[in-house]
């Protein structure tokens, strides 16, 4: 039940970074708060694009492939958490107000605390295969 979870998660992720990737103008424009944190930067978009489609990838290949599950889904939630937790950063100097961490919270926040649970679920799963 949990690698399907992970897998449908991961082709959430996977699906954003694809839409940053083929339109990054419609996807700046429609992810609300965007706009509000600077200029469209096309390279900008598409390179977090590229990173949110990789991330989902680790995702869904982690739930196939249950040897490689602890590093995808470990690093996957370790650039996840960085990004929440730069974003927490940002209001915390200034740089956007308080109101943008309840703005954020579906789309950077959350899959970060979801990121974190799986990678802890698989470091702590008994049925997962040996690791040397």
């Known amino acids: 039940m949990i690698p399907a979870f992970a897998a449908l998660f991961g082709a959430g992720l996977a699906a954003n970074g694809t839409y940053m990737l083929a339109d990054p103008i419609a996807w700046y424009f429609a992810v609300p708060g965007v706009t509000t944190t600077g200029p469209f930067n096309q390279h900008f978009v598409r390179d977090i694009g590229l990173i949110f489609a990789l991330i989902g990838l680790a ?5 196939a492939r249950p040897a490689w599950r602890a ?17 927490i ?18 789309a950077v926040t959350l899959p970060a605390l979801i990121a974190i649970a799986l990678a802890i679920w698989v ?9 040397d």
């Open 59 to 63: 995702f869904i290949a982690g739930s």
């Open 71 to 87: 590093s995808l889904w470990g690093a996957a939630a370790f650039w996840l958490a960085g990004h929440a937790l730069f974003h």
């Open 89 to 106: 950063w940002e209001v915390a100097v200034g740089i956007c107000g308080a109101s943008a961490l309840l703005r954020d919270f579906p």
């Open 123 to 131: 470091a702590c799963d008994s049925t997962a295969p040996a690791r």
